[in-house]
């Protein structure tokens, strides 16, 4: 617990402390109980260590403070974000002269950009508008159906396979009994690269069903749109340039500070309904005169300039040398993955597809899937991730594959480009001591 003490008279004094004072408190406060990412054990969620040139970029975003809702604010900034959001597009097959986008917080918000295009596209009629999207899909996708005023009830789950990808056979009947109840199909989420196993739907499979239904396509690439940087990986998302909209996330695989979130869509006009004429930001002569406004392509107004740090960190590694980091990462899943099979007393869930690799400790008492050992398994294998997070061990993911006793799952999710094998064997070992403790019966 963060006691006021340690930070003085705390928020807000009634008088400063002054500003070399506060910074330095504060920001050792914030050293010091913050989750490092840059440290290879610390391995629980999608959130990576920035690369150097990225965050000084981002300090001088912040420095200059301009805001992207009109062009006399920022004038290069909004060039830069023409020009980045044209090659991200080009990065996914879109034809950037004719492609739009802007810069988001993340992939909620760019989920939440494309099902609000994709509800406008399909009109008011008769009949619900409903959302297809797999059984695997972020938990983002029912929040923006709720925020839309759709209900998180309009979305329709699709089950996934053995591979834990959306069935597009199963997608198809989906979609059919959705028309034969008289509601109609506003968009199908496709993802590439669920949070948990980095999972890639079927693309072009999915893309055709969308086709043949006559609905928005929208992919959520939040995490797996790092692929694109990588020849090795970059197949794992043929098909997206047939979607109507793509999200990507670079504060992800693009090792940007936060937030650096990417929505793109195939056609610049399919961002007509997000158009807003504000007098004092973009008056109409100011744009017929060349001035280009981007109020448009955001539901937000002012906006940090987040292009500028991507930006810089395109131009410094390029193409090559992001897909590099991306497939050192991947490499690193790979070994862990190698590492966890090697090891009687843990169980890999699944090879892994990106970067992520969930897994489960298999305590001396686990006698297989049923409720019991099930039941055991799942408590120690919570239990031993609280143990190291709580003696500053290391940062352990968790999850659940499907439902009931046994369901608990370990994860890594491996961002660090500069974590080692040794480094990858010692947190597994640490793993499986914490696991031995949680697990060791009572004195």
């Known amino acids: 617990m963060l006691r006021s003490a340690e930070v003085g008279p705390g928020p807000l004094p009634a008088c400063g402390v002054g500003e070399f004072a506060a910074l330095g408190e504060l920001s050792a406060l914030l050293a010091w109980g913050a989750a490092d990412p840059a440290d290879p054990y610390c391995a629980g969620h999608l959130h990576c260590p920035p690369l150097a040139v990225a965050v000084a970029a981002d300090l001088v975003a912040g420095a200059l403070n301009p805001s992207l809702d009109s062009w006399d604010q920022a004038p290069a900034a909004t060039a830069l974000e023409v020009e980045v959001v044209a090659a991200l597009a080009g990065l996914v097959g879109f034809a950037p002269k004719a492609a739009g986008g802007t810069i988001t917080s993340g992939g909620t918000e760019s989920n939440l950009m494309g099902l609000l295009l994709a509800r406008d596209a399909a009109g008011l009629g008769v009949g619900r508008r409903r959302i297809l999207c797999s059984q695997a899909a972020h938990f983002s ?18 089950p996934a396979g053995a591979d834990h990808r959306m069935d597009p056979v199963a997608l198809a009947a989906a979609g059919r009994r959705v028309l034969a109840g008289n509601d109609r199909i506003a968009a199908i989420v496709a993802t590439a690269g669920t949070t948990d196993l980095g999972a890639i739907d079927p693309l072009p499979a999915i893309a055709s069903v969308a086709r043949e239904l006559g609905t928005w396509l929208h992919v959520d690439a939040a995490y797996g749109g790092g692929a694109l940087f990588s020849d090795r990986l970059a197949p794992l998302l043929a098909g997206s340039h047939r979607a109507h909209s793509v999200g990507l996330d670079l504060h992800k695989l693009g090792w940007q500070p936060i937030a650096a979130g990417v929505f793109l869509v195939r056609d610049a006009a399919l961002l007509t309904p997000l ?144 974590t080692t094998a040794a480094d990858l064997a010692a947190l597994l070992e640490d793993v499986v001591e914490a696991g031995r403790a949680e697990s060791a019966p009572p004195c």
């Open 275 to 418: 158009a807003q004429r504000a007098a004092y930001l973009n008056p109409d002569d100011d744009e017929q005169a060349g001035y280009v406004s981007l109020l448009g392509n955001s539901p937000r107004t002012t906006r940090r300039a987040d292009v500028f740090k991507i930006a810089v960190t395109l131009r410094a590694l390029g193409r090559a040398g992001l897909g590099e980091l991306v497939e050192r990462c991947h490499d690193l899943a790979r070994h862990a993955a190698q590492l966890i099979r090697a090891d009687p007393r843990l169980e890999l869930a699944a090879e892994p597809v990106l970067t992520s690799v969930v897994f489960r400790y298999l305590p001396d008492r686990h006698d297989g899937p049923g409720p019991a050992g099930g039941a055991e398994t799942d408590r120690v294998n919570a239990a031993l991730r609280r143990r190291l997070l709580h003696e500053g061990r290391a940062v352990v993911g968790r999850t659940e594959l499907g439902e009931g006793p046994g369901a608990v799952r370990l994860k890594l999710t491996l961002l660090n480009p500069n």
């Open 141 to 158: 996708i029912r929040r923006c159906a709720g925020l839309l005023g759709l209900g998180e009830d309009a979305v329709v789950t699709v």
